[in-house]
């Protein structure tokens, strides 16, 4: 690690705060939730960070949904294009 530049301690529990949040780690952003109070940041500092890394958790989630939601259209228009047209 590069000793010229460090992250100042609001600035790191902030990060941390976001990492928890997207990595769904609960006992983390207890931590990094109370660490970042501790070390003066404002409330609604804390909220950001967390409302940055509910979009990092969200965009995963998105994309799995619209994959699956793709995957069953096709099969459905597939299956239905190979059924006999009744006449």
Same mark, same amino acid.
């Given at each position: 690690?590069?000793?010229?530049?460090?992250?100042?301690?609001?600035?790191? /529990?902030? *990060?941390?705060? @976001?990492?928890?949040?997207?990595?769904?780690?609960?006992?983390?952003? !207890?931590?990094?939730? #109370?660490?970042?109070?501790?070390?003066?940041?404002?409330? /609604?500092? *804390?909220?950001? @960070?967390?409302?940055?890394g509910l979009t990092i958790k969200?965009?995963? !989630?998105?994309?799995? #949904?619209?994959?699956?939601?793709?995957?069953?259209?096709? /099969?459905?228009?597939?299956?239905?294009?190979?059924?006999p047209q009744n006449k």
């Open positions: 690690m590069n000793e010229e530049f460090k992250f100042d301690d609001q600035t790191r /529990e902030l *990060i941390s705060v @976001a990492a928890s949040v997207a990595a769904n780690c609960m006992p983390c952003l !207890r931590y990094h939730f #109370a660490e970042a109070r501790k070390f003066g940041c404002p409330i /609604e500092a *804390i909220q950001e @960070a967390g409302t940055i969200e965009r995963p !989630r998105s994309d799995m #949904a619209k994959l699956f939601t793709d995957l069953v259209s096709r /099969e459905m228009e597939t299956t239905n294009s190979n059924e």
